[in-house]
């Protein structure tokens, strides 16, 4: 029960993603400062490698659809102030959630006209491992699978086989040193006698 399983679908037809969900870090843990308001619509922004591959372009039109806000949905601001990055690093994809600034952080006053806004990030920040993407909606037949993906559980079980094989090569060890202590005994010290 260690495990964080994500699942992303567009309903009711599909398609569906599983993912791992790794390095998590929320904004506590990160203890970042900025703040944006609640009900602000997020820019999208996404590392051109979701352009390179089919799956990575699914991903992405799935990944809009879900993040995205409609203009004049309700309760939503008019405006934006905050910027949801979705990058592909080492096969994973990575999300960073940064505040779009527009006061001089030193100063708290306004940066001017000529100033351009900054970024501050603000949290959470975790990473998604692609597992399968499914034709239905929470399943189906499998259109992709991510054949570079080694389960946690089979992470551990790796683990736990490699401290036994290391255990085992210690009592192997043990056993042969014992055996060649008795198969060549010390020979008798001559001197021992004389000094008792």
Known sequence: HTDLYLWMSRAPSGPSFKFHVQNIHTMDELKMTGNCLKGSRPILSF???FDSQPHLQLLKEVFTQTFAVPKGARKSKPFFDHVYTFSIVDNRVWFRNFQIVEKDPETG???GKSAKPTLVEIGPRFVLNLIRIFEGSFGGPTLYENPKYISPTAVRSAVRNQKATKYDAHLAAKQERETRIKEN????DPLKDVFN
């Open 185 to 188: 005994p010390l020979p008798v």
């Open 47 to 49: 590392d051109s490698n």
């Open 109 to 111: 006053g306004d940066m």
